[in-house]
């Protein structure tokens, strides 16, 4: 059974910083070949991608609204995905998930719990 749990949310003052992890098991492939990517969402509004890295080729890709801030990276050796935040702003506030896409086909596509982030102003 695939799992994806994400920690690291919590409450910062803006300006602070905040990294989220996101661990994985049960994929039926190797981490390596899945997309690893961190959305958020607002209550009310539609989930947001912001971040997003493949293993090798391209680099990372950022939302526009987060750039320079924020820094998606992995480790396939834990099969782990990290998005380290910083300069947090109050408009970052937002439920963040984890999802893992596998490169080959989409169908095989998984989402975290989610973790809450909240920035006080």
């Known amino acids: 059974q695939v799992q994806l749990v994400e920690s690291g949310g919590g409450l910062v003052q803006a300006g602070g910083s905040l990294r989220l992890s996101c661990a994985a098991s049960?994929?039926?492939?190797?981490?390596?070949?899945?997309?690893m990517k961190w959305y958020r969402q607002v209550q009310g509004k539609e989930r947001e991608l912001v971040a997003a890295?493949?293993?090798?080729?391209?680099?990372?890709t950022y939302a526009d609204s987060v750039k320079g801030r924020f820094t998606i990276s992995r480790d396939n050796a834990k099969n782990t995905a990290y998005l380290q935040m910083n300069s947090l702003k109050p408009e970052d506030t937002a439920v963040y998930y984890c999802?893992?896409?596998?490169?080959?086909?989409?169908?095989?596509?998984?989402w975290g719990q989610g973790t809450q982030v909240t920035v006080s102003s």
């Open positions: 049960g994929f039926t492939f190797s981490f390596t070949e899945y997309v």
């Open positions: 890295i493949t293993n090798g080729g391209s680099g990372p």
């Open positions: 999802n893992a896409a596998y490169r080959w086909n989409p169908a095989y596509r998984y």
